[in-house]
């Protein structure tokens, strides 16, 4: 049960940043719903969760930096 609060924090986050119109608060937001979800992957030993949100956080990263020099 108290690992589904876990998954159910990182959804909120995911949603949240999907309504968010600023880019950086946006992929801010999502990071910490990509986190939430490796935490859970992790917990219940789901590999593909783990890899595909780690791919979402490191995109997150590097799109975030490219925006910062952008500016």
């Given amino acids: 049960m108290y690992i589904e609060i876990v998954g159910y924090i990182a959804t909120v ?4 940043s999907l309504a968010v119109s600023n880019l950086k608060t946006l992929r801010i937001v999502n990071s910490l719903g990509a986190f939430g979800w490796i935490t859970y992957g992790l917990l219940i030993g789901s590999s593909s969760i783990v890899v595909g949100n780690a791919i979402m956080v490191g995109i997150n990263i590097y799109k975030y930096r490219k925006e910062q020099l952008a500016n």
């Fill in 13 to 16: 986050f995911i949603l949240a």
